[in-house]
């Protein structure tokens, strides 16, 4: 049975080790391996697990926790080795806790490329805190940061008491816009780890999971916005798409691109198919495809939502045009 890495992302400083420390004073990551992600050859993070160990180090709260001086891939295939020789508890989850300074993209490639891993450990939930305070900053000179943002499927606002109402206010406003399918919460909302991973797998969800998901969607309009160094580009059409056509030119369109699409999530009509299709993709990065038992609502239009930096939307059109000539004449644009 494959099991879920769920990671939690944030830049430096955005409170995920205080967040963790929280989550681990109670019992609810009992069934959870945690992996802490150290930058450089000293870490500071260790202070939540009490030592520095290159074992595994079994918390009071039932926890397993290992700190990462290596490759993931090599973390994860020792943790999994331990868990079936009965050295460590039978945990059913995987909790990661990157560096601020990581880029969700290559651990999402990784879990999806590695023949090693593939069918073993599966992306869950990806979450990311965002500094109340330091956003602005963060998001105009790290690149990082916005890479993080986009590629969430769940935003915490953490030091929210450090910033004034309007600010707050904006802040919300601004990150929900570059990231409109992911919930946004308050940090000091969550107070155990059921409640940090509700819905956890997403990419592995049931389609009952991605029907709910997408339910709480806001109504999107075609068309192209601006929100600092990023551009939400959507794009809706009609008709139902031509499965084959379609996968052909998003892939193409990520392995020329993919650096500069930060993520695409979306909700299609296919051709010889009842109810709708869900995709993911983190730059490079295609999740599998996940099939809903029925559409979210009234509205059979596909939906693309794209968030590009460093990509014009209209050179994003015209590919769509082109694509949409041979495979889907009655597309929309994105305007």
Request: net charge negative; hydrophobic share 45%.
């Amino acid at each position: 049975m494959s099991i879920a890495l769920n990671v939690i992302s944030g830049f430096l400083g955005s409170g995920k080790t205080t967040l963790l420390n929280r989550l681990l004073q109670g019992e609810s990551l009992g069934d959870t391996a945690l992996l802490i992600n150290e930058f450089g050859d000293v870490g500071i993070d260790h202070l939540l697990v009490e030592e520095v160990a290159p074992d595994t180090v079994l918390l009071p709260s039932g926890c397993v926790c290992c700190s990462i001086r290596g490759e993931l891939k090599e973390a994860l295939l020792g943790l999994l080795a331990r868990r079936a020789r009965g050295e460590i508890p039978a945990f059913r989850r995987i909790l990661l806790e990157t560096t601020g300074l990581a880029d969700p993209a290559p651990i999402l490639a990784t879990l999806n490329n590695d023949p090693q891993l593939r069918g073993r450990v599966h992306i869950g939930l990806l979450v990311t805190l965002v500094d109340a305070c330091h956003a602005a900053l963060q998001e105009r000179i790290h690149p990082e940061w916005l890479a993080q943002v986009a590629a969430a499927d769940r935003l915490l606002l953490s030091k929210t008491d450090c910033v004034d109402e309007t600010r707050l206010a904006t802040l919300r406003e601004h990150v929900q816009r570059l990231n409109p399918g992911a919930p946004l919460l308050l940090s000091t909302d969550i107070h155990s780890g059921d409640q940090l991973l509700l819905g956890e797998g997403v990419r592995g969800a049931t389609a009952e999971q991605e029907v709910a998901r997408w339910q709480l969607w806001r109504p999107v309009t075609a068309g192209v916005a601006q929100h600092g160094a990023a551009q939400v580009c959507c794009l809706e059409f009609e008709r139902p798409l031509d499965w084959v056509g379609f996968g052909v030119w998003l892939s193409m369109l990520l392995r020329c691109h993919g650096e500069r699409i930060l993520r695409v999530k979306g909700l299609l009509n296919v051709d010889a198919s009842q109810a709708p299709i869900v995709i993911h993709g983190v730059q490079h990065c295609l999740h599998a495809p996940v099939h809903l038992p029925r559409w979210p609502g009234e509205d059979r239009r596909s939906r693309l939502v794209f968030i590009l930096r460093g990509l014009e939307p209209a050179l994003l059109q015209r590919s769509f045009e082109v694509f949409a000539r041979s495979f889907a004449p009655a597309a929309g644009e994105c305007a």
